[in-house]
């Protein structure tokens, strides 16, 4: 079904609260005057966020979103896709706000950078892990059209005692920039980002504690975010969500 709007309630002010926005807009066009030059030549265009014009949750497992530099002008759009896929222990996270599930909606004002995000959340099936990384999230992100120079920021990778301790690590060939001061590690299997503590929370919203700015040269078809909770313990009675999200997508591609 097509991603609305609909403002999800808070249920707590904390990095769980989802926030559904549309704030992934419609552009102002600002290169259509260029684009035939562009469609004869089939040079490189740059895609940003604002360049999305249209996007769809299909499930809470598949997501998709299609940047178009014209808007509906002569070149074609290069279309996103993101499917979720679970490891024995973890589980999309099914009973978000209202009793929704939240996996792939749009959250907004993430990563205290003012810009929407699109919410990757999960849930352990277990109490306590067998052992650091055992259960992952798996989040494909594949495009129509092969990229390069793409960038994008994931925000909220925090911790909370007896609750949950993010640790996400990615497809390899990136660089990082913009690594929040708290957290440690390079984004690999053996060395995932995470809180340098077990009890670090960000306030997603108005915070970049928790933000880290990934870069593959590419050419690229796409790229995995891997995400599990590394908690040693649970509190009881406390439900394990976790939630990061990603934002702030810039790439080039060539339309034809």
Known sequence: MTQDATTLSAGRPTRRTVTRSAAWSIPVIAVAATAPAYAASCASVRATSASITTYN?????????????DGAGPLPGNVMTAKATYDSGMSVRNDGPNGTNDNFTIAGAVGGLGTSGLVMAQRPTVDTPAAPLSA???YAFSFSKPVTNLSFTLTDIDSTSGDF?????????????????GLQGAGTSTSPFRQTGSNTPVDNANGGAGNVT????????GFTINYSNVATSFATGVDQDQVVTITNFGFDFQPC
Request: net charge negative.
């Open 214 to 221: 990934i870069t593959y040269p590419g050419p690229i078809s």
């Open 57 to 69: 949750r299909v499930s809470a497992f598949e997501w998709n979103a299609t940047f178009d530099v």
């Open 165 to 181: 301790w993010d640790s996400v690590w990615l497809t390899s060939g990136f660089t990082v920039s913009g690594k929040a001061s």
């Open 136 to 138: 992952l999230g798996h």
